[in-house]
């Protein structure tokens, strides 16, 4: 991901009150800087979260499929697969800041997640505990290494619990689902067209090729403290999931990914999706994990 860029707080504040103008903000409260604590990191959840009793090792009761490939343009991959069949964890991290940053901070998101949550029973707790650790990590790191300054990834990534699909994401990487034929986005972009978009200040077409489409507003490792958001979506038997970096979804429309991920089984899937990418230009490192889920509940 090195073609994007990351704001400062106080940017972002100020970006924002530019781009969505004065009349906009007038009956809404100054930005104020909240102390990292008091900052609510939590998106709503859909399902009850409650930490689960250890369980006996048991057989995987889904199929997941992972693909990643470095695309038509860029010279290195910079996206690191989540892959811990053992924990149940899943998930995609895109790296930025330049060969070295970009590599160093998804690869260092993936290693560390796995790590933090090795052995552990699904919960949200011990997720964003996994996840502030690891964006603790790089950003002490970058700050050690000149060569890495001004790196970081996004993170989406599924722990699945037997009740429970657990999502931590930061950034603009995306979790998909098809439940019933349907597919919805799950998580929500943290980039800048995505705030103009929920705002109502850009259409989907409209972003799809504003100038500010690849800055991201969130990313683990740039700064101290970070925002998560932590969901908690039901299991339920037939749904397939999506996480993908922006290398899929910036080039291949949601209407044909679903279509892709309805009409074939995950491994063809997997394939016809990356060919998909690379025939809409494959500009980025394009990197997926499909989730066929089939227990869940009926």
Known sequence: MSHKFHFSKESKARLKNFLLGEKHQENQEPVKDVPEQEKPVEKAETAPVQPEKAKPARKSTVQVVTRTHIGKVRRTNQDALIESPENRLWGVADGMGGHNGGETASSGARDGV???????EPEQGSLRTAIGAVNRRLFLQQKEDESLAGMGTTLTAL??????VYIGHVGDSRAYRIREGVMEQITDDHSVVAELMRSGMLTREQAATHPMR??????????????????CEERRAGDVWLVCSDGLYGMVDDGKIADILKANKPEKAADKLIDAALEGGGRDNISLVILLDKEGNA
């Open 159 to 164: 722990w699945l619990s037997d009740t429970c």
């Open 214 to 231: 690849n800055v991201i507003t969130r990313a683990v490792g740039t700064e101290d403290g970070i925002e998560i958001d932590l969901l």
């Open 114 to 120: 796995i790590e933090l949550l090795n052995g552990k």
